[in-house]
């Protein structure tokens, strides 16, 4: 099975990245800080995408709306995805405007069925002017959605067969919500469609003060190390999933020198292996 591991593409890390490019399965570019960029840093991508295989990730679509999504924007990530020819591209399950208002930050949406057919709409959408689905990945967040009619594995399922998109899980935003609002990470792995994960995500993040001097928060900030429980979760992944899956490590700041990034690689790949071996351990003892 050839499971791919790599690293989110910043400025800060591109040296120690392109030096470690045989360390590296695939790289992944958020795709919005190309919207605007000059031509030139346009097409260093294609560049890039000839050296190691290259993936793009947005983060403004506003997917998981009642709202429809912006057709500019669509069109901004159809002309990145017609220059550089990504393996995929991928989005999240989450809305950033309402009412001609940009909150600026990934929002969790109210996990209603509104949001299920909003969220097929979009893509749909997306689809029909980027020319392929994106993967789309389940968020962070530090309040829970008023007026949710669903769970969020049953609504990241519904939106899943709604749309016939794959996901891209993000671990440490899973790890991050089961410690938040007090439930077992694993029972939803366990139900979520095993066969519908085709990418990971990693991160870290750290503590923060919630409404009381006694509550705390775990805040997904992408400017840490992965912590234990995420490469736990990873293992559990892998005893779950049978198709080739790509590991990402992301990293938005507080870079340590790209040896520790590629150290923590090392260890995912360790964690979805023992995962790996788990599930092959069961299916023998099954079949015996």
């Known amino acids: 099975m050839n499971d791919r591991f790599g690293l989110g593409w910043r400025p800060e890390l591109s040296a120690g990245i392109l030096t470690h490019l045989d360390q590296l399965d695939v790289v992944e570019v958020i795709a919005d ?3 605007s960029a000059p031509r030139q840093k346009i097409q260093a991508l294609p560049t890039l995408a000839t050296q190691v295989p290259v993936v793009l990730h947005g983060v403004t679509l506003g997917l998981a709306s009642a709202v429809p999504v912006d057709r ?3 069109e901004n990530i159809a002309r990145l995805v017609d220059a550089i020819q990504p393996e995929f591209w991928s989005e999240h399950l989450s809305f950033v405007r309402g009412g001609g208002i940009e909150i600026g930050h990934l929002a969790a949406p109210p996990r209603t069925a509104s949001t299920i057919e909003g969220a097929a709409n979009n893509l749909t959408a997306a689809r029909a002017i980027v020319g392929t689905l994106p993967l ?3 968020v962070a967040t530090l309040i829970d959605p008023p007026g949710n009619q669903y769970d969020e594995p049953t609504w990241i399922a ?5 749309s016939g998109c794959d996901l891209l899980l993000d671990l440490h935003n899973l790890h991050a919500n089961a410690v938040n609002f007090s439930f077992d990470p694993l029972a939803y792995l366990a139900r979520l469609p095993s066969e519908r994960i085709a990418t ?15 509550d705390r928060r775990l805040l997904d900030d992408h400017l840490h190390d992965v912590p234990e429980a995420v490469y736990e979760l990873l293992i559990a992944v892998g005893e779950r999933t049978t198709r080739p899956l790509t590991v990402i490590l992301e990293r938005d700041g507080h870079f340590p020198p790209i040896e520790q ?18 599930r092959a351990q069961h299916l023998n003892e099954q079949a015996a």
């Open 136 to 138: 789309v990945e389940n």
């Open 200 to 214: 990971v995500h990693l991160a870290g993040g750290r503590w923060i003060r919630g409404q009381s001097f006694t």
């Open 261 to 278: 990034l590629l150290d923590q690689l090392t260890r995912a790949r360790h964690a979805l292996q023992i995962g790996r071996d788990r």
């Open 158 to 162: 519904e939106i899943l067969s709604a």
């Open 33 to 35: 800080d190309y919207f």
């Open 72 to 74: 500019k924007r669509l």
